[in-house]
């Protein structure tokens, strides 16, 4: 028998009684709640896992982390309980993103990760050390759905949150459209002063990028021992930075939980901001103006053209013009099988992967990407 008091307070929650008195519930819906309670138990004992041998740390040290904004998160933390409202790359944004509030003193929140996350040691280090919960993003089961936000709800009465607001991965490199289910649980919790604080995380190079890039739509759940695998084949000469950009924090009082007009719009406010603080960096801007064959200054024209682009509509640039782009970008990219340099041209050797990259900024620029191509 479950006796914690959080799955006491979801328990009593009325979304949840009503469930277990409906005829949907019934002991076989009682017996679903239950274990979804159990899977979603979680403990937090963040001030150990920087001393732990981290599975994907021989990874990790390979990326450089910055921030941005981090202030904007300081003050939040201190006037009440925060949502973190992420965009997801990689597998990589669970380890970069917390560790940059933790580098600067902010209060580690629960992660809300995908559920093939947590088998072997890492499920271990996610369910007993991070604090991470399990998140089933497909199922359609409402005794799932109903335990899920009643859960998050209550959590959210004693920690921050941090969840990936696009669900998984964007496996064709655009930022997705928003999921809402936690959004909804939050709004449905009642607590008074919470906030969304939007962040959005971005790499030079993104360590899955080929793997990634292969699928373009994601067709199936494979194991995590099988992407760490793949993960580890690609860090070979894997260097990257990231930067993790904090926004202004959206408020939670006054939105309806009960309106789903209300749930629709704040997720698309999230998402705009989300897209508005992406580090624009030159991986991106350069594979946005590559051409299947092109001259460097050709090149660095077209990367001119993008990065004005950008300023106007108030981009995060993290590159100045089309020269720095090239400069900066070419390497990496070539050195990742991406292009190769030739006699003063560059060409693409691997479109699928170019386009990727390409799309990192598409909610950015009104023509798109693909025009580029």
């Given at each position: 028998m479950l006796r914690d008091d959080l799955t006491q307070a979801v328990l009593a929650r009325e979304d949840v009684a009503r469930y277990?008195?409906?005829?949907?519930?019934?002991?076989?819906?009682r017996e679903r709640v239950f274990a979804y309670l159990e899977e979603l138990r979680t403990t937090q004992r963040y001030p150990f896992y920087r001393a732990l041998k981290h599975p994907l740390?021989?990874?990790?040290?390979?990326?450089?982390?910055?921030?941005?904004?981090?202030q904007v998160v300081a003050a939040a933390t201190r006037a009440g309980r925060v949502i973190y409202a992420s965009n997801h790359r990689s597998h990589t944004d669970y380890l970069v993103e917390p560790l940059v509030l933790d580098d600067s003193g902010v209060r580690p929140p629960i992660i809300a990760a995908g559920i093939?996350?947590?088998?072997?040691?890492?499920?271990?280090?996610?369910?007993?050390?991070?604090?991470?919960?399990?998140?089933?993003?497909?199922?359609?089961?409402?005794?799932?759905?109903?335990?899920?936000?009643?859960?998050?709800?209550?959590?959210?009465r004693s920690h921050?949150?941090?969840?990936?607001?696009?669900?998984?991965?964007s496996y064709s490199g655009e930022l997705k459209a928003p999921k809402t289910g936690l959004l909804h649980a939050a709004l449905q919790s009642g607590l008074g002063g919470l906030t969304i604080v939007p962040m959005a995380i971005s790499y030079d190079l993104v360590l899955e990028d080929h793997i990634l890039a292969r699928q373009r739509i994601k067709r199936?759940?494979?194991?995590?021992?099988?992407?760490?695998?793949?993960?580890v084949r690609y860090a070979v000469g894997y260097r990257s930075r990231a930067f993790v950009t904090f926004g202004r924090p959206i408020p939670l009082d006054g939105w309806d939980s009960e309106a789903r007009r209300d749930v629709l719009e704040l997720g698309r406010l999230t998402r705009t901001s989300i897209g508005k603080l992406v580090k624009v960096l030159p991986t991106a801007v350069?594979?946005?103006?590559?051409?299947?064959?092109?001259?460097?200054?050709?090149?660095?024209?077209r990367c001119d053209a993008i990065i004005e682009t950008l300023r106007a509509v108030g981009a995060n640039l993290g590159v100045n013009n089309g020269r720095q782009a090239v400069e900066e970008a070419a390497e990496l990219l070539e050195t990742r099988g991406i292009i190769v340099a030739e006699r003063g041209r560059f060409r693409v050797r691997d479109r699928n992967v170019l386009r990727y990259y390409a799309r990192t900024i598409d909610h950015l620029m009104a023509s798109g990407s693909s025009r580029t191509h």
């Open positions: 277990l008195r409906s005829d949907r519930g019934g002991a076989d819906g740390y021989p990874i990790l040290r390979k990326i450089e982390r910055h921030d941005e904004n981090i093939n996350l947590f088998g072997g040691p890492l499920g271990l280090i996610h369910k007993h050390v991070t604090g991470a919960i399990p998140i089933r993003r497909n199922t359609k089961d409402p005794a799932y759905l109903i335990t899920l936000k009643a859960y998050v709800a209550e959590l959210l921050d949150l941090l969840f990936y607001l696009e669900g998984g991965r199936a759940q494979r194991p995590f021992t099988r992407e760490l695998a793949e993960m350069v594979s946005a103006a590559m051409r299947p064959s092109i001259a460097r200054k050709d090149l660095e024209s």
